[in-house]
């Protein structure tokens, strides 16, 4: 049985605190991590620093332990703010970083720190605080988008936060749209995790599992009641266990692979392009036997009997995630993103699928 063999390698990250209203154990946490006496520098983005009091709390958390903060950063991370910040950051002369808000801040938080170790050698203690359902505090990778207009990125253990703060009440401020799309891209990495082939059995898979069931429950929870704070702290945990913290390398899985082609390139938000590729790409998974089997484990976990084909189960998973998409209001296709017909092989190309036929065809159908 090849769940009875494996391994798996945890990262440098060190502590969770979660629960509604920790964000209160901030200076704790600091003292964890022996980083009390030093200096924090934040970095977020424009909105949550001028139309939240998140950001203005978390500085009188830290009071004399603030060293600056940077709320420049936009969606998909572009090279050009992470350069602003990392001259920001050095001239502050801060000791750590805590990057507040989604996927685009805490990624160009680990690429900052991966500049500065570049240029000083020295690597930056990084704290998230996640306020969407991204799951980037999890991984060793960082993406952003190049002067070319491009989505790359670096990859380094070292940059992996050493804790993560999950207080779903900061997450009532994030819009619903936001909100919602970015469970669906919790969604998307806890299914592709499945079938991922660094990816062990215990605890990452069984976590994936548990997260995929908590996210079919709660987001259309979140849905109906944007004030249900448990609900969302349930969802910020489901995020966490969608990408638990293992040192995979490159990248997650071929709906992945479309999103970071769609996303940068026709200004698509991550969670957004999950909802445009991940039923696809299950459909395409379920004529894949290995992989179908996996991808067919999910029918359990919601309450459903597997019909004993791998290939009928998947289709059924990925009717399923259509419905929650449509539960959700977050149905929409590439016509509607505005990116224009005939674009389907450069699109494959771009996420590394050059000359593959049916990766082209699967990406017609999301018109």
């Not at 049985?1 to 704790?28: D, K, N, R, V, W």
């Not at 040192?247 to 909802?275: D, K």
Request: aromatic residues 8%; hydrophobic residues 40%; contains cysteine.
């Amino acid at each position: 049985m090849t769940e009875l063999h494996g391994s798996y390698h945890p990262t440098q990250l060190q502590f969770l605190a979660y629960g509604p209203g920790c964000l209160f154990q901030l200076p704790a946490v600091l003292e964890k991590l022996e980083c009390s006496g030093t200096k924090a520098f934040i970095i977020t983005g424009k909105s949550l620093r001028d139309k939240t009091p998140v950001i203005l709390h978390i500085e009188e958390l830290l009071g004399i332990h603030h060293a600056g903060t940077f709320s420049e950063i936009s969606q998909h991370s572009p090279m050009s703010h992470i350069r602003r910040a990392v001259k920001f950051v050095n001239e502050s002369k801060a000791d750590f970083l805590i990057s507040v808000g989604g996927g685009s801040p805490i990624d160009s938080t680990k690429a900052i720190s991966y500049e500065i170790h570049k240029s000083s050698g020295k690597w930056l203690p990084h704290i998230a605080i996640p306020t969407t359902l991204s799951a980037a505090e999890y991984t060793q990778q960082a993406g952003f988008t190049n002067e070319e207009g491009n989505k790359t990125g670096v990859a380094d253990p070292h940059i992996i936060p050493r804790a993560v703060i999950l207080d779903a009440r900061l997450t009532t401020f994030t819009p619903e749209t936001l909100w919602l799309s970015s469970g669906i891209r919790a969604l998307d990495h806890a299914v592709e995790l499945l079938y991922h082939p660094q990816a062990s059995e215990y605890p990452s898979k069984q976590l994936a599992l548990r997260a995929i069931a908590d996210l079919f429950e709660y987001l259309p929870k979140s849905k109906k009641d944007c004030d249900d704070i448990d609900a969302r702290q349930h969802l910020q945990l489901a995020a966490f266990g969608s990408l638990f913290p293992f040192l995979f390398t490159g990248g997650i899985g071929l709906s992945h692979n479309l999103g970071r082609a769609l996303g940068a390139t026709y200004s698509i938000g991550h969670g957004i392009c999950s909802c445009l590729t991940l039923s696809a790409v299950v459909r395409y998974k379920s004529k894949n036997l290995p992989e179908a089997s996996q991808i067919s484990r999910i029918l359990g976990p919601l309450g459903f009997t597997p019909t004993g084909s791998p290939e009928k189960d998947a289709l059924i998973i990925a009717e399923k995630i259509d419905e929650l998409i449509e539960t959700l209001g977050l149905k929409t296709n590439l016509k509607e993103q505005n990116i224009p017909g005939g674009e389907a092989q450069v699109i494959a190309e771009r996420a590394g699928h050059e000359g593959k036929q049916e990766i082209i065809k699967l990406v017609e159908g999301l018109y």
